[in-house]
């Protein structure tokens, strides 16, 4: 287990959510009161499952970084729902989960956001990105050759919209608007993300992230320089 980031060194964590019962029962004994009570509160027992597995692999993976039990963390939620360890730490980091994958990134002093989500060819995602993403971002969508090409390109737009939101703790609302891609005829690797509205103060670093196919991901830095993957773990080490 990675025991140090230097800033703005980024670890990402790949999380599989389907484990076995043992594994969930194991999770679920280390989560908050708060966090059970969360988990309990899903409809369906697959999304219960998920949760627990999620959450209980952030306990372990923050655990590791600070020595101490993963039961004895505190996490605090910000106005717009953005966890943070209670007290002074330095640590920052950020959890996002979709169907059987979730990702968790961790770094030092900088806040961070991440975001994975499935792809979903046969939402028609065209309507929306005219409605309220900016100009550009609408015509980029537009212009895939298929359903599955316009799918991918509003889903990455999307996800790094929402990897900014989060590491900013905004509101998804606030973050529709930004332009997260410099040149959507380019393959950037990492864009510098400003809100002319002032909504989401600050600058972004923020690039995509690879994943498994079926989904796209995409992480989000405070500040301009290109955020650096210092490493990636499978929660299979912990």
């Known amino acids: 287990m990675t025991d140090g980031i230097d800033a703005p060194g980024v670890d990402v964590w790949t999380v599989p959510l389907d484990g076995p019962p043992a594994t969930v029962a194991r999770l679920s004994r280390i989560l908050s009161e708060g966090e059970a009570e969360r988990g309990d509160r899903c409809r369906f027992e697959n999304d219960r499952r998920r949760f627990i597995v999620a959450h209980g692999a952030l306990r372990l993976i923050l655990a590791g970084y600070l020595d101490v039990p993963p039961d004895e963390l505190r996490l605090q939620r910000g106005r717009h729902g953005k966890p943070r360890l209670a007290g002074s730490s330095d640590l920052r980091f950020n959890l996002s989960h979709s169907g059987e994958l979730a990702l968790v990134a961790v770094t030092r002093h ?51 919209k929402e990897a900014v939101v989060k590491a900013a703790g905004a509101r998804l609302a606030q973050g529709l608007g930004l332009k ?59």
């Open 180 to 238: 997260v891609l410099t040149d959507t005829d380019t393959d950037t690797d990492a864009d510098v993300v400003r809100d002319p509205s002032g909504q989401i103060p600050g600058a972004w670093s923020v690039c995509d992230l690879p994943v498994p196919d079926g989904c796209l991901a995409a992480l989000a830095v405070a500040g301009p320089v290109a955020p650096r993957i210092s490493g990636s773990h499978s929660v299979d080490e912990l």
């Open 110 to 160: 900088q806040e961070i956001g991440v975001d994975v989500d499935r792809l979903r060819p046969d939402l028609p995602v065209e309507p929306f990105a005219e409605r309220f993403f900016p100009a550009s971002d609408a015509r980029f969508v537009a212009a895939a050759a298929g359903p599955t090409e316009r799918a991918e390109r509003f889903l990455r737009l999307w996800t790094r």
